[in-house]
Every structure is written in C-alpha cells, then in structure tokens.
C-alpha cells in the first residue's frame, strides 16, 4: 500500500472569501465583458498598446494586492505541517495558498501566476510589485530590461495553451492520489476539471466542495455544498495526522 497522497485541485471559489472574484470561470467577470475579455487575450494584448496600457492599470487596481489567505488556504497549509502528503493543484493565478503557508514546490499553478511578470520574448521573470512601480512611475507599457520585449503577467491568458510540463504533472498527481478532493471549481474548465475524472478512474476517492453542482458529481464519493471557509477545514482536520 502506497503512503495516502491528498491531491487538492482548488479553483475561483476557494478566494472569494478572501475577496477575490471569479473573473476567468465559464460565469466569471471576463466571460461576460468583452472589453474586459480583450485585456487577458494574448493576441489583443501583444497586438495592441492601449490594450497593454488598460492591462496594467487593471493589474494595479487588483484585489490580489490587499487579499489574505483565507480560512481553507490555512487549513490547507495546516495538512501539510500534520505532516500528511499534500499536492496543490490550483486554477487560481493568486497565490494564496503559498501565501497560507503551502510548500511552493507542493502547489502546481496550472494557469500560472500573477505575482510575476514574464517577458514574451526572452521569457525573464521578474516580481510584478517591480513592474507595477515602474507603471506608478510613469511607464504606462513597462517593457523587458533585459531584451525590450512585452511584459505580461506570468499567466495563462486567453488563446494561450496551458504548460504541457505543468498539465502532465498534474495528471500524474491524480493518478497516484488516494484522495482527490475539488474545491471551489466549477469543473467546467478544461484540461484542469478532466484531473478529478482522472482521480476517480485511478481509484481516488472523490471529493468536490462547491456551491453548485459540478459535471463530476456522479463520480464523487462526496458531495459537499456547504460553504467552503467551514466546510474545508471541517473536512481537513479529519485527515490530519
Ligand atoms: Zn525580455
């Protein structure tokens, strides 16, 4: 019998609490302003400046700067230092659960991060507190130090494909997991929804904690739609150490 392996695939739900609104979900706030949509689309973004320009304003007038781990972020965080084997999977882009606490080597952003910016042609990486100074100094499209190329926040934008090396982890995750649980994740958006199928078929048991139904709920062993800040942690302390 292999050590227990508790696999987490969290996603928007699990940060609003902490005040951070669904904006990238099949409902959320991009989805349904195309203006707002344009500003995380790779080919408007790299096409246009006044795009590039409104992005950065966007990205300095975030929530993500004044948002706090929440009460799951540190239950989760809390699993780890119990000392059970805890992996991360997150759609979410804020850090959070680093910022809980988390082993970052134990968290997998599968839509990358907002906490970095990359440059789109030599692919340095560098804080996006750095780049964001630079734009309240008056840079309104700060551009790469080192190469003059386009910065952009080291996330997954749309029409960009996801890290093949990032996914294939993830999926190996789910196979090896004995207990998979989702939370705060619609489950509608792919490849990142299909690990906890994935879970399932390898013998996870499945756990989904989410306010609304999910297309996974027949595979789940549970089926949890109590918020998630108590829910979470409720869930969690049965399993620590
Ligand atoms: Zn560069």
Redesign the pocket.
């Known amino acids: 019998m292999n050590r227990p392996l508790v696999a987490i695939l969290s996603g928007a739900g699990i940060s609003t609490d902490s005040g951070i609104p669904d904006y990238r979900g099949p409902k959320g706030l991009w989805r349904r302003d195309p203006e707002a949509e344009k500003l995380v689309t790779y080919d408007y973004y790299m096409a246009d400046p006044e795009i590039r320009r409104r992005s950065w304003l966007m990205r300095r007038d975030s929530e993500l700067w004044d948002a706090r781990p929440n009460a799951a972020h540190l239950a989760i965080a809390e699993l780890e230092r119990s000392g059970v084997a805890v992996r991360v999977l997150t759609q979410n882009v804020d850090g959070l659960h680093q910022l809980a606490g988390v082993s970052a080597r134990k968290v997998l952003e599968l839509h990358g991060t907002s906490r970095e910016v990359e440059?789109?042609?030599?692919?340095?990486r560098t804080p996006t507190a750095q780049a964001l100074e630079r734009v309240a100094g008056g840079e309104d499209d700060p551009?790469?130090?080192?190469?003059?190329?386009i910065?952009k926040t080291a996330t997954v934008m749309f029409g960009q494909r996801l890290d093949p090396v990032v996914i294939g982890e993830a999926m190996g995750i789910a196979k090896a997991c004995t207990l998979f649980i989702a939370v705060g994740s619609s489950l509608q958006v792919q490849p990142a929804a299909s690990l906890a199928g994935l879970a399932a078929e390898h013998g996870a048991r499945l756990v989904i904690v989410n306010a609304e139904p999910t297309p996974y709920d027949a595979l789940a062993a549970e089926v949890i739609r109590e918020p998630i800040g108590s829910a979470l942690p409720e869930l969690l302390q049965g399993l620590g150490g």
């Not at 551009?143 to 190329?149: K, L, N, S, T, W």
């Open positions: 440059c789109t042609r030599c692919h340095a551009p790469c130090r080192a190469c003059g190329g910065l």
